[in-house]
């Protein structure tokens, strides 16, 4: 076995007792979910048996996961750094695991627009938290204050705009494909202010 086998060996053993833990689940509840001894499964966590792929294709299904999952290895991408979007005080970074997803850092400085001609509506959803001071979220007809550490969601198809409320705030937004290229279409015109963000 090589050096990276045994890795990959160490790995799976660590996922599997990691997985049972975060059930709850005893060794006992595990085995019986699994229909292995419990000294069956001591021995595969502890790295006393090998590993069989009949037994790794019974455990995924008993932990509710596939074998993919089980025995995947793909964390060499684990830092990220952002795209800088100085022109809307926006740093931007894709989630790897769905590229759909986009999550937006940004810095708000004005109140919302006071007109609705301002307010945007797109296909997709948002989810917003205020990392600090705080926020003016407009929903259609509604005005919500969105206060340092609280969270908003919504559909985007609502028409929506974002301001600051008594000094700037920090927002971390993070929208799905359908929305992110709503932002974009709106981006780069007299419109893409950071009160219209949102």
């Known amino acids: 076995m090589t050096q990276e086998d045994g890795e990959l060996d160490s790995l799976v053993r660590k996922r599997i007792r990691a997985l049972r833990v975060a059930q709850g689940w005893s060794l ?16 595969i966590e502890n790295g006393r048996r090998r590993l069989a792929l009949d037994q790794l294709v019974t455990l995924a299904r008993a932990l509710d996961t ?15 750094s952002p795209t ?12 790897r695991a769905d590229p759909g997803i986009t999550v937006v850092r940004q810095r708000v400085t004005d109140p919302p627009p006071d007109s609705p001609s301002r ?13 600090s001071g705080t926020a003016v979220l407009l929903l259609g007809n509604r ?4 206060e340092t550490n609280q969270a908003a969601e919504f559909p985007t198809m609502l028409p929506h705009a974002i301001g ?21 279409r709106g981006e780069g015109g007299a419109e893409a202010s950071s009160r219209a963000q949102g």
């Open 28 to 43: 006992d509840e595990l085995a019986t979910r699994a229909r292995l001894s419990p000294s069956t499964l001591s021995r």
């Open 66 to 80: 596939t074998l993919d999952q089980l025995v995947e290895t793909g964390t060499d991408d684990v830092i990220s």
């Open 84 to 95: 800088i979007d100085a022109a809307h005080g926006q740093m931007r970074w894709p989630v």
């Open 119 to 131: 307010m945007r509506a797109h296909p997709g959803r948002e989810w917003l938290v205020v990392l």
């Open 143 to 146: 005005r919500f204050r969105v």
């Open 164 to 184: 600051a409320e008594g000094g700037p705030c920090e927002i971390m937004g993070i929208f799905d494909r359908d929305a992110r290229r709503g932002h974009q």
